[in-house]
């Protein structure tokens, strides 16, 4: 799992958070290739790298956020044996809210097999309800934001 330069397929050349996943057996459905769920593990997997590597978070108790929205348009089948290199990127900062997109590509050849978004939510646990970024980590998406 990384942070680099990567030019696969049609990512631009340029600093991209990118996570990769080898594919395991478990993955498999029985129509022999990755079940549609799975998918949603990948674009978590990345988005839990991208938490952990870029804004320090390392505890489950450092999340005072939710997940609103998760939304996954499969392009191509992925096999067994392949890896694949999901790229995380910022796309929107609201008031409460945050944007990621996910491109799901093969590492060997950069085939695109997926694309998908998430909106996460700052949430007050205690009340059930949404609540205005923190100013520290707004700060923190906004920096990575201008990355984009």
């Given at each position: 799992m990384a942070v680099r330069s990567l030019n696969v397929g049609s990512f631009p050349p340029r600093m991209a958070f990118t996570v990769e996943i080898p594919v395991r057996f478990r993955d498999i459905d029985g129509m022999q290739h990755v079940n549609n769920a799975v998918y949603f593990t990948y674009m978590e997997q990345a988005r839990s790298e991208w938490y952990r590597q870029l804004m320090g978070i390392h505890s489950v108790a450092e999340f005072d956020f939710i997940l609103a929205h998760a939304s996954c348009d499969f392009k191509e089948a992925i096999?067994?044996?392949?890896?694949?290199?999901?790229?995380?990127?910022?796309t929107k900062i609201?008031?409460?809210?945050?944007r990621f997109t996910?491109?799901?590509?093969?590492?060997?050849?950069?085939?695109?097999?997926?694309?998908?978004?998430?909106?996460?939510?700052?949430?007050?646990?205690?009340?059930?309800?949404?609540?205005?970024i923190p100013p520290k980590f707004r700060k923190m998406l906004e920096a990575e934001l201008a990355k984009s």
């Amino acid at each position: 799992m990384a942070v680099r330069s990567l030019n696969v397929g049609s990512f631009p050349p340029r600093m991209a958070f990118t996570v990769e996943i080898p594919v395991r057996f478990r993955d498999i459905d029985g129509m022999q290739h990755v079940n549609n769920a799975v998918y949603f593990t990948y674009m978590e997997q990345a988005r839990s790298e991208w938490y952990r590597q870029l804004m320090g978070i390392h505890s489950v108790a450092e999340f005072d956020f939710i997940l609103a929205h998760a939304s996954c348009d499969f392009k191509e089948a992925i096999g067994f044996g392949e890896t694949v290199v999901v790229k995380v990127t910022l796309t929107k900062i609201g008031t409460s809210s945050f944007r990621f997109t996910y491109e799901v590509r093969s590492k060997e050849k950069g085939t695109l097999f997926a694309t998908g978004e998430s909106v996460q939510v700052t949430y007050d646990y205690k009340a059930k309800r949404p609540v205005p970024i923190p100013p520290k980590f707004r700060k923190m998406l906004e920096a990575e934001l201008a990355k984009s």
